[in-house]
């Protein structure tokens, strides 16, 4: 059994698996974490906040991660042009 919850601005369900481990399943796509800042993380992609701005051409990301992956592109270009 599993209910819908809503907190912290994200809606989600609470499973516990075969293993008796908690999971976070996100309520609008098949998303799931055993974490909960995880699914807070990718609730942005619903939400459409992106907090992450790139410092060198403003562009915004909704995880860190992506932010981290566009940034390596910058330095690699930085090198080549100068
Ligand atoms: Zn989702
Ligand atoms: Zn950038």
Redesign the pocket.
């Given at each position: 059994m599993s209910l819908n919850t809503f907190e912290e601005g994200i809606s989600f369900r609470v499973i516990h698996n075969e293993l008796g481990v908690k999971m976070f399943f996100?309520?609008?796509?098949?998303?799931s974490s055993p974490y909960k800042y995880n699914l807070k993380a990718?609730?942005r992609?619903?939400s459409g906040e992106k907090p992450y701005k790139c410092g060198i051409c403003s562009k915004t990301f909704a995880q860190l991660g992506a932010l981290k992956y566009h940034k390596i592109s910058h330095s690699r270009n930085d090198s080549k042009d100068k």
């Open positions: 996100c309520s609008y796509c098949t998303y990718h609730f992609l619903h």
